[in-house]
């Protein structure tokens, strides 16, 4: 049995819990072991893993590479300048060739009609290692990294501040499914995507739009953070304008309970979205949060094949 995984409800809540156990699970069992060690029921062995890249990737194409070779098996990494599918050949035509040739897909691209239309066609597992609409396996890697904090993520108040993006989509989605609430702080003309608030929201999720960061942070247990401008846009003084008084800084860390941790899915602008202190300090837990990116993707990829 295989699963597409798009986006975190492909999975759903108790899947997504499960996921978690897991990863847990095999973390702790290899806390000393050196990377490249195979952990020893080699689940996924001699599968191999295709990874597309339309977008640079740094934590992502490591992390599934990493998570493929714990789990057993191997990866073949390619973006679509050195593929056909960059000379005009179809989606689907691509998906049945890699279908053929593969045991999953994993692909990081700007349209996410692309992913959908790649698991339209594709009779393996497609993962979704990025797209515009969303980022769920950022979003596995963020509850792993807060349950291992302690954090318990039933009424877990999370402040999201700055750029309604395909994180916050991902966020907003996994409260719905975690009962989780969200706080979003973002200027006006930077709105969330409604259809993921009115999931979430439908399912007992409290999803909060507030204008201004200060109220946003309050009583907050964790705070969220990403860049203000997504990969591949132009650089734009009047966004940033429009951003900074939703910088996460001391005063706004200040604003959360004492205990409140940071978490930002990098890469870092550090004086935009961001203050050193905040990233670089003692409440951050981002690089927990981008070491997670393997542990939660070997339990995504267990889970797309039915192994979860």
Same mark, same amino acid.
């Given at each position: 049995?295989?699963?597409? +995984?798009?986006?975190? !409800?492909?999975? %759903?809540?108790?899947?997504?819990?499960?996921?978690?156990?897991?990863?847990?699970?095999?973390?702790? !069992?290899?806390? /000393?072991?050196?990377? %490249?060690? &195979?952990?020893? $029921?080699?689940?996924?062995?001699?599968? &191999?893993?295709?990874?597309? +890249?339309?977008?640079?990737? /740094?934590? /992502?194409?490591?992390? +599934?590479?990493?998570?493929?070779?714990?789990? %057993?098996?191997?990866?073949? &990494?390619?973006?679509? %300048?050195?593929?056909?599918?960059? =000379?005009?050949?179809?989606?689907?035509?691509?998906?049945? &060739?890699?279908?053929?040739?593969?045991?999953?897909?994993?692909? =990081?691209? $700007? $349209?996410?009609?692309?992913?959908?239309?790649?698991a339209a066609n594709a009779s393996v597992p497609v993962i979704n290692g990025l797209t515009d609409l969303s980022h769920p396996c950022q979003i596995v890697a963020d509850l792993l990294t807060l349950i291992e904090h302690g954090k318990s993520l039933p009424g877990l108040e999370i402040a999201w501040l700055g750029d309604s993006n395909n994180v916050l989509n991902s966020i907003v989605e996994a409260a719905g499914l975690m009962k989780l609430n969200v706080r979003i702080g973002s200027p006006e003309g930077y709105d969330p995507d409604q259809r993921f608030i009115s999931q979430a929201q439908a399912e007992g999720a409290n999803i909060t739009l507030y204008r201004n960061a200060m109220e946003a942070a309050a009583g907050a247990d964790v705070i969220v953070a990403d860049t203000w401008m997504s990969m591949g846009q132009a650089h734009a003084d009047e966004k940033i304008d429009a951003m900074m008084p939703f910088q996460v800084n001391d005063v706004i860390m200040e604003q959360a309970k004492p205990d409140a941790v940071f978490l930002h899915c990098l890469p870092a602008h550090r004086g935009e979205e961001v203050m050193p202190s905040v990233i670089d300090g003692p409440q951050s837990l981002v690089w927990d949060e981008a070491e997670n990116r393997i542990h939660a993707q070997k339990s995504v990829l267990r889970w797309a094949f039915g192994q979860i």
């Open positions: 049995m295989s699963r597409h +995984f798009l986006n975190l !409800a492909d999975a %759903g809540g108790d899947a997504l819990a499960a996921m978690l156990n897991d990863a847990l699970e095999r973390k702790e !069992a290899r806390k /000393t072991w050196p990377k %490249g060690k &195979v952990d020893p $029921d080699t689940p996924l062995s001699d599968h &191999v893993l295709a990874m597309i +890249f339309e977008k640079s990737s /740094t934590r /992502t194409r490591v992390s +599934f590479d990493i998570a493929i070779r714990q789990l %057993g098996g191997t990866s073949l &990494v390619m973006d679509s %300048g050195s593929m056909q599918l960059g =000379r005009g050949e179809s989606i689907a035509d691509t998906a049945k &060739v890699l279908s053929r040739m593969c045991d999953a897909i994993m692909i =990081r691209t $700007d $349209d996410h009609a692309k992913i959908e239309d790649l």
